[in-house]
C-alpha cells in the first residue's frame, strides 16, 4: 500500500460540529495527517475535529477562509508536508478523488492539481452552481490564461514548492480567485483533473449566489488595481 505519510489534509472549519468529524473520520481511513482550523467558531467545531483525530489550530475569531487555508497550509508545510491538499469542511468532496489528485501530483506531472466538475459531466452540479462557476471563468482574466474549467473548486493539491510560494491575503472567499491568480503568474505547472462534487442539502445551504460569485471577481479586481 502506498504511502501517503508526506501528504496532509488541509481542512477549514466554520460551525461545522453537526459534520467536521464524519468527514475527519472517513477522510483519515486514506490520509492519517489532517490538520483542521477552527476559525473562530462557535460551535463543538473544534472538539468534534479533535476528538475524530485531527491536528487542531485555532483562530480566536472568525478570519475567513482564506486566512485559515493560509494558516493550515503553513502548519502543514511546518510539519514536513511534501504535499498538501485543502479540503472543504462539508463533506462535498471525495476522499477518492484527492487521492488521484496527489498521485498526479506525486508523479511530477504538476505543481498544482486542480479539482474540475466540468472536464465530464455537469448533471451533478446544481443549475444556479453552474451559472455561478461559470460567471466566474468567463470574466477572470487568469482562469481564462490558465485556461481553468473550474477556478473555484476548493479541492486542491499543491507540492512543496507551490504551497511554499503561495501567500493568500484575502482572507473571505475571494482567496480562491487569488489562488488563481498567483497560479497564472507563478510559472508552476498547474493541472486539472475531473472530480466528482457531492451536493447534500447541507452543502448547498453553504453555497454561493451569482451575486456573491460576481462580488468576488469584483473585489479582486480592486485588490488588484490597488497593488
Known amino acids: 500500500m502506498e504511502s501517503l505519510d508526506d501528504a496532509w489534509i488541509v481542512i477549514p472549519v466554520y460551525n461545522e460540529g453537526t459534520v467536521i468529524g464524519g468527514v475527519v473520520e472517513e477522510t483519515r481511513k486514506t490520509f492519517p495527517n489532517i490538520v483542521c482550523v477552527d476559525d473562530g467558531s462557535r460551535d463543538e467545531s473544534a472538539e468534534q475535529a479533535l476528538a475524530a483525530g485531527a491536528h487542531l489550530v485555532r483562530h480566536p475569531v472568525n478570519l475567513g477562509q482564506g486566512a485559515a ?8 508545510l511546518s510539519q514536513g508536508a511534501e ?25 511530477g506531472e504538476a505543481d498544482v492539481v486542480l479539482g474540475s466538475r466540468f472536464l465530464t459531466g455537469t448533471e451533478e452540479v446544481p443549475m ?26 476548493g479541492l486542491r493539491v499543491l507540492n512543496r514548492k507551490a504551497a511554499t510560494q503561495l501567500r ?9 480567485s487569488e489562488i488563481v491568480a498567483f497560479l497564472a503568474s507563478s510559472g508552476l505547472r498547474v493541472k486539472e483533473v475531473p472530480v466528482i462534487v457531492i451536493y447534500t442539502d447541507y452543502s448547498k445551504s453553504k453555497g454561493q449566489s451569482l451575486i456573491n460569485g460576481v462580488n468576488i471577481l469584483f473585489d479582486l479586481s480592486v485588490r488588484q488595481r490597488g497593488a
Open 69 to 76: 487555508l493560509q494558516t493550515g497550509i503553513r502548519y502543514a
Open 168 to 176: 493568500i491575503t484575502m482572507n473571505g472567499m475571494a482567496h480562491a
Open 83 to 107: 504535499y498538501v491538499i485543502t479540503f472543504d469542511a462539508d463533506g462535498q468532496h471525495r476522499v477518492e478523488d484527492a487521492l488521484t489528485m496527489v498521485r498526479v501530483a506525486k508523479s
Open 128 to 153: 444556479i452552481k453552474r451559472v455561478v462557476l461559470r460567471t466566474v471563468v468567463t470574466l477572470s482574466r487568469t482562469s481564462r490564461k490558465l485556461k481553468l474549467t473550474d477556478a473555484h473548486n
